[in-house]
Nanobody, 115 residues
């Protein structure tokens, strides 16, 4: 049974930082590309950042220079370090694992940026 469990969300003031974690089980983690997506109310789910099995990374333009994705294959965990947070970063953040035709999602974690 595949599980992706996100943690680390919460309420933070503008300019603050959060680190999201996604712990995976039931998959050959090191072979999967891992990604973080987000969905704000009334909007579609969009890619925030992803990291390949070879550790190549890709970021949405809106988060470049502020967010960093990383992975620890020994812990089967992917991270998203979010700095200089803005109110427009408020959304539910989802973890994704992708390999060929296999695609898995976590349950999401809420990030709210507000003063």
């Amino acid at each position: 049974q595949v599980q992706l469990v996100e943690s680390g969300g919460g309420l933070v003031q503008p300019g603050g930082s959060l680190r999201l974690s996604c712990a995976a089980s039931g998959i050959w983690f090191s072979a999967y590309a891992m990604g973080w997506y987000r969905q704000a109310p009334g909007k579609q789910r969009d890619l925030v950042a992803d990291i390949t099995s070879g550790r190549s990374t890709n970021y949405a333009d809106s988060v470049k220079g502020r967010f960093t994705i990383s992975r620890d294959n020994a812990k089967n965990t992917v991270y998203l370090q979010m700095n200089s947070l803005k109110p427009e970063d408020t959304a539910v953040y989802y973890c994704n694992a992708h390999l060929r035709s296999s695609d898995y999602w976590g349950q999401g974690t809420q990030v709210t940026v507000s003063s």
